[in-house]
């Protein structure tokens, strides 16, 4: 869902699939309009789904702290399956 103007309400209407245990292996939310509310809804929601274990949230106006917080979590989620990978996201706001 790269390129296609999500906002926070975005973020958060995914947030809640996400929490549902919606089973989602990959999230890509690159280039929208997505800021640190948004960015803590899904965070909040990769907390209690153990499936997402590759996401992307570049280019989105989201603090480097949130973002490294989000990796933190994607990478639980590989290790509760064994898998070794992990994407690093390059932020467009420093803390």
């Known amino acids: 869902m790269s390129r296609c103007v999500l906002t926070c309400d975005s973020a958060k ?3 809640k699939l996400l929490a549902n245990k919606f089973k989602l292996k990959a999230l ?6 997505i800021q640190d ?8 929601a990769i907390q209690v789904n153990p ?3 590759k ?5 989105n106006p989201v ?3 949130l973002v490294k917080e989000i990796e933190n979590l ?5 290790n509760k ?3 070794q990978e992990i994407t690093h996201y390059k932020s467009q706001v420093d803390d």
Not at 37 to 44: D, F, N
């Open 55 to 59: 996401f992307k949230l570049d280019l």
């Open 81 to 83: 399956i064994g898998g």
């Open 74 to 78: 994607i990478a639980i989620n590989l």
């Open 13 to 15: 209407f995914v947030a």
């Open 37 to 44: 509310e948004g960015a803590r809804a899904l965070m909040a």
């Open 28 to 33: 890509i939310l690159s280039n929208n309009g």
């Open 63 to 65: 603090r480097n702290s």
């Open 51 to 53: 499936y997402l274990t």
